[in-house]
Structures are given as structure tokens and as C-alpha cells.
């Protein structure tokens, strides 16, 4: 990357940080043309676009990254066609986005054969209750001693692209966590207020991410 294309590169990358919405994409546009890197430009489009809410633009980026095909550790989903497969999700990034992401589940139900879900073992207990989820798997100690057969994996954040998910069409549910039966009903056999169910709610980001200074660790 000749220096030109390098300032320019950096000057577009500079813009989508200060939220410069109306010229960061131009800017990208203009990095390419003088030589930057195709996929870094296109990620850069691709993030103007999601944040302006026109998520099909950026939908077109996530094509023209694939066509190009250069590797990429954590692209799963090749493309295929989920209609009537066996299909596994792999939930590799953050709690947080497997619970958030996982509200596509019952979407996938609708269309798969079969639905298995890959999670951290520290998960494994809460995402039976994640509605649409039936058949959860982890690894280490705890992975099934024969793997389930799959014909289909995608990892979790990228079931929005698997739907070409529009801002009109975004899976904002409710209730898609319930708790087990054996709580409602131990708490059913309490009537009394003083000893019902407390709950805690604590955020945080995960250990060891210091990506973004805005989060808090509790």
C-alpha cells in the first residue's frame, strides 16, 4: 500500500470513529481507488452502513468480502442454503452475544431439520432455556463423546447475514429466556413475598476485553 493510499486509508478510518457518517464511506471509496486494501475498505463501508441503519449496503460489503475469498479465522457460514439441513451454531465470541444473537433461534427452527447449538461450558446450563434451543453441546471435559453430524455451521454473530436481516425485521424479542420448570415450581410452593425468588442482574464486559474503553467491568 503506497502512502497516499495509506493516509487516505487512515484519514477514512479517522472519520468512522468521529461518527463523520455522511463522508466516511466516500472516503473509503476513495482509500480503495488509490491502492488500500479491498476487505479493509469494504469493513469500513460495511460499518458506515450499519450505523446509518441501511443494513442491506452493508449486507452488499459482506458479499464483495466474500467473493474476494481471502481467509478469515471466524467466517463460518459458507453461503449454503439452511432449508431442510442439519445445521450447528457455534457461539465462540462473548455471553452476551450468544443470549442477544440466539434470538434468531426460533427463525432457525422454522427452516432447519435440525438445530444444534455449540456453547461455552460456562453456558451450557442457561442455554437450554433459550427459546427455540433443544439440542446445546459444549467442549473440553464436557463435549459429547461422539459429535453430533452436521451439515451447516455458522457461528452466532453471523446469523443477521444468514437472514439479511433489514432494521425493519430485527428479532426484538421478549420472554426468549425462560426458567426451568423446577424453579416456577419450587416458587410456585412459596407464597410468601419475603422468601420468593430474588434475582441480580450484573454488566460487564468479558474478562481481558479492553477493546472498548466505554464498557464496565463490574
Known amino acids: ?21 455522511a463522508r466516511c464511506s466516500t472516503a473509503f ?43 478469515d479465522a471466524h467466517r463460518f457460514w459458507r453461503g449454503e442454503d439452511i ?32 438445530l444444534i447449538l455449540e456453547v461455552p461450558p460456562r453456558l451450557i446450563e442457561l442455554a437450554p432455556f433459550l427459546t427455540g434451543i433443544e439440542n446445546v453441546i459444549t467442549w473440553e471435559e464436557h463435549a459429547p463423546v461422539v459429535q453430533p453430524m452436521w451439515e451447516v455451521q455458522v457461528e452466532v454473530t453471523e446469523l443477521p447475514y444468514l437472514f439479511r436481516t433489514q432494521l425493519s425485521d430485527l428479532p426484538i424479542a421478549t420472554h426468549y ?3 426451568p420448570d423446577s424453579i416456577l415450581d419450587y416458587q410456585e410452593s412459596r ?14 464486559s468479558a474478562s481481558g476485553n479492553h477493546r472498548d474503553p466505554y464498557r464496565l467491568n463490574c
Open 83 to 114: 432449508r431442510g439441513k442439519q445445521v450447528i451454531v457455534r457461539c465462540l465470541h462473548g455471553f452476551g452475544d450468544a443470549v442477544q444473537f440466539l434470538r434468531y433461534a426460533p427463525l432457525l427452527r422454522e427452516r432447519v431439520a435440525n
Open 1 to 21: 500500500m503506497c502512502g497516499n493510499s495509506e493516509k487516505l486509508l487512515r484519514d477514512a478510518e479517522e472519520m468512522l470513529k468521529m461518527r463523520n457518517l
Open 29 to 71: 471509496d476513495q482509500a480503495e481507488l488509490a491502492g488500500a486494501g479491498a476487505d479493509r475498505c469494504a469493513a469500513g463501508r460495511w460499518m458506515c452502513a450499519m450505523l446509518l441503519g441501511d443494513f442491506e449496503a452493508a449486507w452488499r460489503q459482506s458479499d464483495a468480502i466474500r467473493r474476494r475469498g481471502s481467509p
Open 191 to 204: 407464597p410468601n413475598l419475603k422468601t420468593s425468588l430474588r434475582v441480580g442482574i450484573a454488566w460487564a
Open 177 to 179: 429466556l425462560r426458567l
